[in-house]
């Protein structure tokens, strides 16, 4: 396969986008966001339209191509890190926010406020309905990446036990679709030093140096737990059920990590974290397949974090006391958000409204994170990629060497 895209050159773009929007944002400010529209965010929705039949032929591909008897193993294992690193991850994060304590101490009155606040009705079972699409056609339209995923995990196991061949014919074709959508990313990411200063550029102009001491608390102690996750969580898994270096490991996914942080998006940054595993980890393909873009959409420990944490620090902010049940209930929702939530930018900030919005707090509080949203985006973001690529490694067999 071709070399991949230099992390070097993207880092750069970060940097240097960084610098403009310093400078720009009190003399120019629509040059700021010129840049950011142009470069940014065309970049970005050039990625995202690729990515998701990229995904979806990929995981199809993944499930009818993996080893017979492998299946259900790595599923099994796959689902059971997933659940285990997800629910550690809410843990942490809630843990901080009750120690640290970051929304205590704050003038309510410049807080803002809604009107009523109507329980969310909607029970688990309802919600995990909801995942699964009754038309395909609509959750793609709609960016609903695990709605789609979940078709083509159906289609891949219909692949599997079908036979003939217009079935051989069928996976030749779907084979090639795959590698053309490979090569469109690939032309599109020649644009990635240029689209990652753009948006860095719009982010910095827009929010600034300056900011509310709660969300530097916020940002420090969100940022600490994902570290937890990061730096002592994951090199555990590698070192007791791989018996990897982490080190090595880390260096090796270098790529993905650094687009993940520039784009806050999991799903813009699959094709990368595709060949990271395959190129420099070395796993199976058909396994890193079909475990890496299932863990795109449903393998979000960062994004599971971070809503845990926030919904407890709006609650400091406006004085809502949460039991420990409810703080369970909390956990619990973070999870199922984790999996259900959409691995592009911004995505989570419904969801914390919604949950915020049934512990009686205004669901509209959630503009009080807008300002730093975008920073914990990409951090969160970053620590979802590493844990799709940690499980795919712990669980897929070694590939070469």
Known sequence: MPRLHSATAILLGLVLGAAAGAWLAPTCPWVSEVAGLLAGQIFLHLLLAVVLPLAASALVLGVAEVRPGSLAGVAGRALGFTLGLTTLAVTLGITAVTLFQPGVGVDRAALPAGGSVSPVTTAPVDAL??????????AAASGDLLGVLLVALLLGLALRVSKGPAVESFQAALQGFFEVCATAVRLVMVLAPVGVAGLICTLVARTGLAGLLPLARLVAVAVGAMAVQALVVYPLCLLLFRRRSPLAFFRAIEPALTLAFSTASSAATLPTTLRVAEENLR?????????????????????????????LFLAQLYGVSLSFGQQAVVVGIAILAGVGTAGVPGASLPVIAAVAGSLGIPPESVGVLV?????????????????????AAVVAPEGRD
């Open 129 to 138: 309905v909801a995942m699964i699409p009754s038309n395909v056609v609509t």
């Open 283 to 311: 796993l199976p393909r058909d396994l890193s397949r079909f475990v890496l873009t299932v863990g795109a959409s449903a393998n979000q420990n960062g994004t599971a974090l971070w809503e845990g944490v926030a919904v």
């Open 371 to 391: 300002g730093v949203d975008r920073f914990l985006d990409m951090c969160r973001t970053t620590l979802n990629v590493m844990g799709d690529l940690v499980i």
